[in-house]
């Protein structure tokens, strides 16, 4: 492997260039080639000062998350940049790109931080569960006053050059020649270091008053809490102890199970956007224009993804009256944006400047990509994608928003199965950012990573999935569903496993979700396939539909949009109950919880026997950006793992012979992976 620093000396001036691809985050090795560039150049007294650049997409990313939990190697980066800030010369950054986490740890530790326009300065750790570990929490808030360090600590965003350098975190912004200008401010005499410089602090109470306003916050997240206590702790006590308070609070967010998982969702993440199968090389083919059909729900949120990311898109509905209200629900969500002021008008104009409306599919002809929004009909979608493939020309990806529906069977309506494939967005579809890509028996690897990059323009997070009823999210989530209404017959009540959800992390139960969606949806698909849901029939059949009638498994007051417990559903359910036979008994948090998460989780288990999803992480993806699965437990899977699988596959066998519901038993690869010591995260794609 080649060097991760070299370092050359001209004029006086050494130059430690990182290069440790593809991010140049912080692993053992880079840590050893800059703290021996530092010794060199302290050794050396040819050697005036010390700049640090990179090469690369980024500056340093941060410290190597792969490498935690490992036991630490010595120069850790805490021993680095304490090395750093003790430099008896002049040490300058010279900033390119991003310096995120750790990396803004090793650039604060210098005497000096120059930018190039492209630097992003950042401390990011605490969408990772973690807070700046290196002397962060004690040197940003000396450089730009501990208010506004402690607002960058709990943001995790970073702020561009020019921002980063009015803050007081970087000295310059360098438009022409970035090394040259570093040279430049090696020559000045060194200054004091940063962590002498305790005038920096600013004003205490301006600091508490920051601190106070993430109480709320603080609460539920012990990173947030940590980077308050130790920013105050710059105040109150010397460096060396400050840094060593943090170091402490680093260690035990580290051990955290929160930041475990989203350590987890940050790798799957990245690990879903890796399409499993597709063959090297596999080029996406261009998508200059896009064509939507139909205009409803579904159809007017992913045209405006479209405009969003200015893509030029038609869409497309049966008669201008259709059209007509599918446009108008377009410009009425772009219309709330403005009035909230989170949409400049002139933006708004030119989006919608990229939509247009037409009636007939023939005004599909001249797309690179269709995305078929229409009613959920599998003759309907079979005689469109028949229609699609005479009109489009050839290499046009069609593609269906379908929630359920067969896509080979879509795709055998065509003469192009290649090209078709799923792409299943989730409501509201301008905002939710999962997409599944359905990848049906013949779909071509051109055409998967076509959608899965158009994906990612549309900046949603693209997971591929196969065929099946539901793909992965809605097939999972119809195992809770169907245990959430059997718990109602077992005696439990709606506001209890409403609040089992919330506790957990959910921003809503699922019988809070079914008002406000409205019951009547449900009904009508359970109608068309012959399925029951006793307690939820019955309450459409008493015309309680949600929220649109103020009353379903919750009363709403006038003008209210929080449900009260209604002693007439209690009743309603106590008589569906006995109707049915089941007896009802008090049924405690825990055992919600469990018969709610894990029939998913087995659910899942099935998914990824079946090769329906390639990687447990996919599908724990899929719950977070499909369904606000709470990403401190990581999703599904990752949760399982977490409980360990001995204890989900011992409480699944124990509902499935309780209840007599043999889907409950547990799944073979659960079941064998559990006997196996084993969790799902030891599961390898392909
Ligand atoms: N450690 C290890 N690997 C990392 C990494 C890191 N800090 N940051 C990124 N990577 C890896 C990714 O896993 C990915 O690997 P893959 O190609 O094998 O999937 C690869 O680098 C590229 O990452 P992205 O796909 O995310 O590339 P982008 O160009 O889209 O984004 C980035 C680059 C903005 C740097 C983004 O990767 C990012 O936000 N990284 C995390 C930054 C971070 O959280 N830093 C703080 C770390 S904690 C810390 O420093 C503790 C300290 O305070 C003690
Ligand atoms: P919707 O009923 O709101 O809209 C469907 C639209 O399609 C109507 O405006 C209709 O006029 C139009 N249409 C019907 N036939 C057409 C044709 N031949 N050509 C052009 N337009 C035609 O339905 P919704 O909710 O938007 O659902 C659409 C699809 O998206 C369905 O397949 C559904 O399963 C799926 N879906 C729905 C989600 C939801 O939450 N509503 C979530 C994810 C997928």
Request: proline fraction near 6%; aromatic fraction near 4%; charge should be negative.
């Amino acid at each position: 492997m080649a060097e991760p620093v070299r370092v050359e000396i001209v004029d006086g001036i050494a130059i430690a260039t990182l290069s440790n691809p593809p991010v140049n985050a912080l692993s053992a090795a880079l840590r050893a080639g800059l703290f021996a560039a530092l010794r060199q150049a302290e050794d050396d007294p040819a050697v005036r000062a010390l700049v640090i650049a990179a090469e690369g997409r980024t500056f340093i990313a941060g410290a190597d998350i792969s490498e935690f939990g490992r036991p630490p190697s010595s120069p850790t980066l805490a021993e680095l940049v304490a090395a750093l800030d003790g430099a008896a010369k002049p040490v300058v950054a010279a900033i390119q790109a991003a310096a995120l986490g750790g990396g803004l740890e090793v650039a604060m530790a210098c005497s000096w931080r120059v930018l190039g326009p492209q630097a992003k300065l950042g401390l990011p750790e605490v969408k990772l569960g973690l807070l700046p570990g290196s002397g962060g929490t004690q040197r940003a808030p000396r450089l730009m006053g501990a208010a506004a360090a402690l607002q960058l600590m709990v943001a995790g965003e970073p702020l561009d050059a020019d921002s980063a350098v009015a803050a007081g975190l970087a000295d310059t912004v360098v438009l022409g020649d970035l090394l040259q200008a570093a040279r430049q401010f090696a020559e000045r005499p060194k200054p004091k270091p940063v962590s002498a410089r305790d005038e920096g602090l600013g004003d205490r109470e301006a600091f508490e008053k920051e601190a106070a306003a993430l109480a709320k916050r603080a609460a539920t997240e012990p990173q947030v809490a940590d980077c308050i206590a130790c920013v105050r702790a710059a105040f109150e006590m010397p460096f060396a102890e400050a840094v060593a308070l943090e170091r402490a609070a680093f260690l035990r967010l580290l051990d955290d199970p929160r930041s475990k998982a989203l350590r987890h969702v940050f790798f799957a993440e990245r690990e879903a956007a890796r399409i499993a199968g597709l063959p090297r090389g596999t080029k996406p083919r261009p998508v200059a224009r896009a064509a939507v059909l139909g205009s409803g729900t579904m159809g007017a949120g992913i045209t405006l993804c479209f405009a969003n990311a200015g893509i030029p898109v038609r869409v497309i509905e049966t008669d201008e009256a259709a059209l007509a209200r599918g446009m108008d629900r377009i410009r009425g969500t772009y219309e709330a944006s403005v009035k909230r002021g989170t949409l400049d008008p002139a933006t708004r104009d030119a989006r919608l400047a990229l939509i247009e409306g037409a009636v007939g599919l023939d005004a599909a002809a001249d797309a690179d990509l269709v995305v078929e929004a229409v009613f959920e009909e599998l003759g309907l979608k079979q005689q469109i994608f028949a229609h699609l493939d005479r009109v489009t020309k050839p290499g046009t990806i069609l593609a269906s928003n379908t929630s359920y529906l067969d896509i080979d069977a879509m795709a055998a309506a065509t003469s192009r199965p290649g090209d078709v494939l799923g792409m299943h967005f989730f409501s509201p579809a301008n905002v939710m950012k999962l997409l599944e890509v359905v990848r049906a028996r013949e779909t071509s690897p051109e055409a998967l990573a076509t959608a899965t990059e158009i994906g990612r323009k549309l900046a949603k997070v693209p997971v591929v999935v196969g065929v099946c009823h539901g793909f992965v999210g809605n097939r999972m989530l119809a195992r809770r569903t169907q245990q959430a209404e059997r718990l109602l017959l077992e005696g439990a009540t709606p506001e209890q496993v409403d609040k089992a959800l919330v506790d957990f992390g959910f921003r809503m139960g699922p019988f809070a979700m079914a008002d406000l969606a409205g019951l009547d949806i449900g009904w009508r698909i359970r109608r068309a396939t012959g399925k029951r849901a006793p307690v939820a029939d019955a309450l459409v059949e008493a015309e309680r539909l949600g929220q649109k009638t103020r009353k379903g498994f919750y009363l709403y007051p006038e003008g209210s949009r929080t449900g009260v417990v209604d002693p007439e559903v209690t009743a309603l359910i106590r008589r569906v109950a006995a109707a049915e036979g089941v007896e009802q008994r008090a049924i405690g948090q825990e055992e919600i919880l469990d018969r709610l998460v894990l029939p998913m989780v087995n659910e899942g288990a099935r998914i990824l026997e079946e090769g329906i999803a390639a990687r447990p992480g996919d599908i724990d993806v899929v719950w977070l950006h499909g369904y606000n699965w709470p990403a401190w437990r990581g999703g599904p899977m990752h949760y399982a793992d977490s409980v360990g699988l001995l204890h989900v596959v011992a409480r699944l066998a124990a509902f499935a012979q309780a209840t007599g519901d043999d889907s409950l038993l547990p799944a073979d690869l659960l079941g064998r992976l559990a006997a196996e010591g084993r969790g799902f995260a030891s599961l390898k794609a392909d």
